[in-house]
């Protein structure tokens, strides 16, 4: 569905941060980024989705070539985007943010997309004339998500989905991801939160220094020994 | 005293509304290029008179096929001056566009908020100089037909039927304008885009595009700020240079991205302006308008209409 090949990007000419990043996601897969601070995670997503030039290497959606697209292009191509932070238009409404995700699709269709939404999130259906700047973290994190699957993308990845919310809620935004996937999307996940990640994805992906370090089924990368003490915060017991 | 005061205050607000008037258009182009591009446009003062004079020209070019600038009633313009406003709406829209190709978006790249606007003042430099060159330092008028104005309040208040055009044309843009950015597609898209333009991206929103309806929109407003002035008084060159510090303080008043706000920081600089020119003395005008915009800042910094979120 979504495949790299020794992909190389940065914000600066010269200073790559994604060093020469491979890797491949199957069709309704669900994939976390797992590493420590630093070690390109966001960057590779955001170089991904158009945001972050990239100097080397290819990106291919569904087989075709995106590379270089323009973010634009790429969230009209079936590649959605969640940022970590500043995810949804403060200054619209619920309704309005929607309404502009999926502004390019067919009136119609649009209209069942936001449908659909609410109906995934009724949190966000009752609270639709509200502006997104007054919602709670828990509420905004639903509206981006819904923001980015208005468009039904192929692939959706999503930047640090649990930053800034209580235990429970990420328990909640983890269980919506889950659906989300059941209808057929595949999800890239970027997570600090390591454990709560790995319990609902299939792979994962540990990446140090910009590129791919530890890569395996999510049990058998919670379950590694080394993985669990460099980047899951585990501590070993004499 | 204080008779003269009140009787002279219904043409005091007559003159700082039409005023107001101006120069809220102008600070409506100025409020939206600000809030997308995040810089201080100097230019936009320079495309009120490029616009106007723009449309001076088309006027003279087309009075062999269109017979003149025409006559509404009272008014002193018809549908020549209509069609002669498109076509000088179309050339400042190139003139803005074309400014952003060559100068501003090489520098959004490579350079700093600063380097914009330093560039911004250095090209207004040019373009009113270029105004010099082209139509000489003196003054134009589109028309010199006489205009005899209306009492109206018992004879307290005289204005011309142009002037209540004006106004009522000016009014109507504001509402037009601000209904277009909370109702239609392209005007959420714009002020997505002022607010976040990563997030607009990848919502799918081409925000080069939505950049370029901006230049074209502002271009569309100072025209027509520029025509309106042409009407009600007179073009010269040292017009745009003249309203941009009003301009800016409306815009500041009324709340940096606001359209109401522009309207409204528009009416009190004008409002402001026209009293000092009737009770304090007409060397005061700026300066006064000044006042009451730091007295406003004071209380609310953000401005009047200061963007939600």
């Known amino acids: 569905m979504l495949a790299l090949q020794g992909l190389v990007a940065g914000y600066e000419p010269g200073l790559p941060i994604v060093r020469g990043a491979s890797l491949q996601v199957a069709d309704r897969e669900i994939l976390t980024l797992l590493g420590p601070n630093g070690a390109g995670k966001s960057t590779l997503v955001k170089a991904i989705a158009g945001l972050v030039p990239i100097t080397a290497g290819q990106v291919h959606l569904s087989g075709r070539d995106i590379t270089g697209l323009g973010a634009h292009r790429l969230a009209r191509a079936g590649l959605g985007f969640v940022p970590q932070t500043e995810n949804v238009f403060t200054t619209l409404s619920i309704a309005e943010n929607l309404a502009l995700a999926g502004f390019f699709l067919p009136s119609h269709h649009q209209r069942r997309?936001?449908?659909?939404?609410?109906?995934?999130?009724?949190?966000?259906?009752?609270?639709?004339?509200?502006?997104?700047?007054r919602l709670s973290g828990g509420q905004r994190q639903m509206l981006a998500i819904a923001r980015a699957l208005i468009p039904e993308p192929r692939v959706v990845m999503l930047d640090e989905p649990s930053a800034g919310l209580s235990p429970k809620l990420v328990q909640v935004v983890f269980q919506k991801l889950v659906e989300i996937r059941a209808q057929g999307v595949t999800l890239v996940i970027v997570e600090q939160n390591a454990k709560a990640a790995l319990a609902i994805a299939d792979r994962g992906i540990v990446l140090v220094e910009g590129a791919p370090r530890f890569v395996g089924p999510a049990q058998d990368l919670a379950s590694n020994p080394e993985v669990a003490r460099l980047y899951l915060g585990r501590r070993e017991t004499a | 005293m204080m008779d003269l005061v009140w009787l002279t205050l219904p043409q005091v607000i007559a003159n700082g509304l039409l005023q107001g008037s101006a120069i809220a258009l102008g600070a409506i182009g100025l409020t939206l290029t600000y809030s997308i591009l995040r810089f201080a446009n100097f230019t936009h003062g320079e495309t009120i008179s490029w616009g106007g004079y723009f449309t001076l020209t088309a006027l003279a070019a087309l009075t062999p096929w269109i017979g003149g600038i025409g006559k509404w009633g009272g008014l002193t313009f018809g549908w020549g001056l209509v069609v002669a406003l498109g076509v000088g709406v179309v050339g400042a829209s190139l003139l803005a566009l074309a400014l952003d190709r060559l100068l501003f978006a090489t520098l959004r790249r490579h350079g700093s908020a600063i380097t914009l606007v330093i560039a911004s003042f250095g090209a207004s430099l040019a373009l009113r100089n270029l105004i010099v060159f082209v139509y000489g330092p003196e003054s134009v008028q589109f028309t010199r037909e006489l205009v005899i104005a209306d009492r109206w309040l018992g004879g307290l208040v005289r204005v011309t039927p142009d002037q209540l055009a004006v106004l009522g044309l000016s009014a109507a843009l504001a509402v037009g304008l601000t209904v277009f950015l909370r109702f239609t597609t392209t005007g959420r898209a714009m002020r997505a885009t002022a607010e976040n333009p990563a997030l607009a991206q990848i919502t799918g929103i081409d925000t080069a595009h939505v950049v370029r309806t901006v230049w074209v929109l502002g271009a569309v407003l100072a025209t027509l700020a520029g025509v309106f002035i042409g009407i009600t008084a007179q073009l010269r060159p040292e017009l745009g240079f003249d309203l941009l510090l009003p301009l800016?303080?409306?815009?500041?008043?009324?709340?940096?991205?606001?359209?109401?706000?522009?309207?409204?920081?528009?009416?009190?600089?004008?409002?402001?302006?026209?009293?000092?020119v009737e009770y304090l003395h007409a060397g005061y005008r700026n300066a006064v308008g000044f006042l009451v915009l730091i007295a406003i800042l004071v209380i609310r910094p953000t401005g009047l209409f200061a963007a939600r979120g």
């Open chain 1, 113 to 133: 997309r936001v449908a659909a939404m609410y109906a995934l999130f009724p949190d966000l259906a009752e609270r639709r004339h509200t502006d997104a700047g």
């Open chain 2, 248 to 276: 800016f303080a409306a815009a500041i008043l009324g709340g940096i991205g606001s359209v109401p706000g522009a309207m409204l920081g528009g009416l009190i600089v004008g409002l402001a302006e026209s009293a000092a």
